[in-house]
């Protein structure tokens, strides 16, 4: 590895990643935990963000007031999320407050508050959240297209489900905290203005000694079917379709990533000139690839009025299909010059770097270079690209409506 990139697995589990960037006076830090929804306990969907937010409500010596306090005197952007395989907590500010607030987040992650009073609070977040999913068509239409398309529990919705989610307790939180926040399988990612030997110490004094932990388990079942209509009132129908596609591991990746760049990279794209430029079916159209540990899908998604919905549904799956006529060597050279924009743009973000090589690491077992990524796309032939569609028809098709009537699914 060139002397930019450095990693670091500890004898308990925790892995240090760094991406050294001498350009910049910031650093950023992305943080995962093996505490995703995929692994919150099958009668407490929801556990793993209600603890997300309730771990940050006092730790360490501080309580929640004070705790607040001092992560904004150290000028630190962060957030949290949960996803289906983590728990993230991210951050960034000048490269020297990144690294004093480590320890911060070592009391955030080992020695918790967890108060009552926060544990009220973060599950009535999670429940006004699930509430507002009614106001959000789209987004409800794309949690249930995970959630039929991807074999449980990968395609849960994060936030859990109300009747789980007002069981729960503080102990239960607490008790969840304890089994799932440990050091094995977690990732520290930082990139920016880092010198890697200092940020080992420092994270050796931070968490050394933290549990390793257990293995947690997961069940997989299938996914209950592949269609469904979610009836709402309203004048639009929002149309969600999914089909699996190649592992992000696979040596073709890049030939799909283009394909579908082709498919739907902004304007130019396929679905945008032909669906909503000169059909005017739809407001909203577009599709992409989305990965989890050992599988990769196509997700597309199209916004329409009622009337036109019938039309947009058959168009957008006759233009899936029609990729494996093949793409012209201009639609190659446009996405080629749109994918390589993208990883450039994000090479100068210390917040997306971090969070790359995280992925990087999560995915494949160590970080890749941005060199390597612009070799791999513009690798890719014509060639390739066409015999590549050729041989891998889209489908089958997990689709899910949001609208008031069904629609016919094309044959």
């Known amino acids: 590895m060139p002397e930019r990139y450095f990693q670091h697995t500890y004898p308990n589990g925790l892995t240090l990643l760094v991406e050294r960037m001498p350009g910049v006076q910031s650093a950023a830090m992305s943080f995962l935990l093996d505490a995703g929804a995929s692994t919150d306990p099958v009668d407490r969907t929801g556990s793993a963000t209600v603890v997300s937010d309730l771990v940050l409500r006092g730790a360490g010596s501080r309580d929640s007031r004070a705790l607040t306090a001092h992560l904004d005197a150290l000028g630190l952007q962060r957030s949290s999320s949960v996803g289906i395989h983590h728990s993230r907590f991210s951050s960034a500010a000048l490269a020297e407050r990144v690294l004093e607030a480590l320890p911060l987040y070592a009391d955030i992650v080992r020695r918790p508050h967890m108060p009552p009073e926060g544990f009220e609070a973060a599950r009535d977040l999670s429940l006004q959240s699930l509430e507002g999913i009614e106001d959000d068509p789209r987004q409800k239409l794309m949690i249930k297209l995970r959630e039929w398309h991807f074999p449980s529990p990968y395609g849960r919705n994060s936030m859990g489900e109300k009747d789980q989610l007002e069981k729960m307790t503080l102990e239960s939180a607490k008790a969840d905290w304890h089994h799932r926040y440990r050091a094995k399988d977690a990732i520290l990612a930082l990139a920016g203005n880092i010198d890697f030997q200092q940020a080992k110490d420092l994270v050796e004094r931070s968490f050394g000694d933290w549990p390793t932990g257990d293995n947690l388990p997961i069940t997989e079942t299938p996914p209950p079917g592949n269609y469904r209509h979610e009836p709402q009132q309203s004048e639009q129908t929002h149309i969600g379709i999914a089909y699996p596609s190649l592992l992000e591991t696979s040596p073709e990746y890049y030939t ?55 039309a947009t549904l058959d168009t957008f799956i006759a233009e899936l299909y029609r990729l494996q006529e093949g793409v012209t060597a201009d639609e190659l050279k446009r996405a080629k010059t749109g994918l390589k924009a993208s990883t450039i743009m994000q090479g100068e973000s210390t917040s997306a770097r971090a969070g790359a090589i995280a992925h990087d690491f999560f995915m494949r077992g160590r970080i890749r270079t941005l060199e390597e990524v612009k070799a791999a796309i513009d690798s890719v032939s014509l060639d390739q690209v066409n015999s590549f569609l050729k041989k891998t028809p889209p489908g089958p098709f997990t689709i899910v409506i949001v609208g008031p009537k069904e629609l016919t699914i094309p044959t």
């Open 256 to 310: 799909l990533r283009l394909a579908i760049e082709i498919l739907s990279g902004g304007m130019s794209g396929r679905l945008f000139t032909e669906i909503r430029e000169k059909r005017a079916l739809v407001y909203n159209v577009w599709a992409g690839y989305s990965t989890l540990k050992g599988s990769g899908s196509i997700l597309g998604y199209a916004g329409t009025s009622n009337d036109r919905a019938q």
